[in-house]
């Protein structure tokens, strides 16, 4: 890394420290403010975003790409986007590339990351080696892979400092992705396949989409140098539903990297006239990209106020010993398609989550089902809460991107407490930021 580029890094990261010292001297409250889209549902009311922004949209620069060692260290607000156009003309990817094209490297790990990968590397934050963590009190602190701080800082939502620096691994990577999405009529034949491949690891990239209680495409992905050709869904074309059509595919390792990024998903299937080719072809510039379609849903949000509830979006992650208990309870209650799965393996028992709960999972494949726009508009069943009780029953995690519903106590028995207070104690002794409970508590 040079000098100069270290030296415009310290002198960011320092203005931030000295910026939320004074907070913390005032007894002032504040949120993170990262600047760009934010990966989390917009809700009427959001607290979220309470207290006063600690602007960070300044640390956006990658300081250093080591070809060699394949490690990168890069400020928090960096894309995935633009972090793999810049390694990817080096032969190198991340382990674990998130699959909307404006998830910033910090907000991955300090929220959470999945992706085909996920099986072999679990999450972004996995890849980690080393950060840089503003204290609230001003200090500016590294921590190592293995240290408390640094495996607390996953999963905090923001809640205990602010990420400035990170180092992450690399791997080798080809230009050009072979697809082949393999049919199952029914579930357990599915989730034997699925459950062989992420066992042999034969191919590299490896996801699922449930199409319909009986349709269900498990899509592999291995690397290639010389495709017959390359499919684009960038545009017109739009990638989950040729998985139900083709059984195989070629892609740039880029726009393998971004395939669900156009429709955000499937989001577009809430507004059918965008999957219509001559709205696409009008408007799709202006409207496609989760990056649009996150920001149009926020200047629409006074609407939301019309809705009895948000549409569900959510990840739960399933233990793959209960995938079909899940599933079996899906189909008959909740009856959402496309459902989305990735096989994410943890590499170890997360420290933030309860020792006893985390131990009851059971096995380190867990099953990420990702619900994605399930209107929730019934008047006795609140979509979004079962699917939290469900999960909590089967023993599952749930990402807090969007409603949470639990009691404080339930909460804690599925995250640490014990852990949690000792790092809050540490990176944010006066509480300048909420605690992870009341951050996303709301009815
Ligand atoms: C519709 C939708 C689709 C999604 N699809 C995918 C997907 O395909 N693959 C995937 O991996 N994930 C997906 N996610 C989840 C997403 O990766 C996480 O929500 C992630 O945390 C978003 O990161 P962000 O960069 O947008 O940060 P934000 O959404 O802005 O922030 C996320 C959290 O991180 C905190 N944070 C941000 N930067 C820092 C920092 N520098 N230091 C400390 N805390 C910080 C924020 O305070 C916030 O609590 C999806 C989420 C949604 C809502």
């Not at 569900?312 to 899906?330: G, H």
Request: net charge positive; aromatic share 14%.
């Amino acid at each position: 890394m040079t000098n100069a580029k270290m030296d415009i890094h310290n002198s960011k990261v320092q203005e931030i420290a000295n910026k939320l010292h004074k907070k913390a001297s005032y007894g002032e409250k504040a949120h993170i403010d990262k600047g760009g889209v934010q990966h989390v549902v917009p809700l009427p009311g959001d607290t979220r975003r309470a207290g006063k922004p600690i602007k960070i949209q300044e640390l956006k620069e990658i300081l250093e790409i080591d070809t060699k060692k394949q490690i990168c260290c890069a400020e928090p607000g960096v894309t995935f986007s633009r972090l793999v156009k810049e390694t990817l003309p080096l032969g190198l990817m991340p382990k674990v590339v998130p699959e909307l094209e404006g998830i910033t490297l910090g907000g991955a790990v300090a929220g959470c990351s999945v992706e085909s990968m996920s099986y072999r590397y679990g999450g972004f934050h996995d890849s980690c080696l080393e950060y840089e963590i503003i204290k609230t009190d001003g200090e500016i602190i590294t921590v190592s892979k293995d240290s408390f701080l640094f495996e607390m800082i996953h999963g905090s939502y923001g809640t205990l400092g602010i990420l400035s620096k990170l180092t992450f691994e690399l791997i080798p990577a080809k230009p050009y992705i072979y697809m082949q999405y393999k049919k199952f009529p029914c579930f357990e034949e599915f989730q034997k396949a699925l459950y062989e491949h992420c066992q042999k690891g034969d191919y590299p990239f490896i996801d699922a989409i449930v199409h319909g209680p009986k349709e269900f495409v498990l899509c592999l992905g291995d690397f290639t140098d010389s495709p017959p050709y390359i499919s684009n869904y960038r545009w017109l074309n739009i990638f989950y539903k040729s998985t139900r059509k083709r059984t195989e595919d070629y892609l740039s390792l880029y726009d393998y990297f971004f395939r669900y990024d156009t429709e955000c998903h499937w989001l577009t299937k809430t507004i059918p006239a965008l999957e219509n080719k001559l709205v696409r072809f009008l408007i799709g510039k202006f409207v496609l990209g989760s990056t649009n379609l996150i920001a149009w849903a926020k200047r629409l949000e006074f609407f939301l106020k019309l809705k009895r509830r948000p549409e569900v979006v959510c990840d739960v992650f399933i233990p793959a010993k209960r995938f079909q208990d899940f599933f079996d309870w899906y189909k008959k209650d909740f009856d959402f398609y496309p459902l989305w799965v990735i096989p994410y393996s943890f590499p170890k028992l997360y420290p933030w989550l309860n020792e006893t709960y985390a131990r009851n999972i059971g096995g380190s494949l867990v099953i990420d089902c990702a619900i994605y726009g399930k209107i929730n508009n019934l008047k006795d069943i609140d979509y979004s809460q079962i699917l939290e009780e469900k999960t909590v029953e089967l023993n599952g995690i749930k990402t807090l991107i969007s409603r949470n519903h639990f009691t404080k106590e339930k909460f804690w028995s599925i995250y640490n407490q014990s852990h949690y207070e000792k790092a809050k104690s540490i990176l944010d002794p006066k509480g300048i930021f909420p605690d992870v409970y009341k951050k996303f508590h709301r009815k």
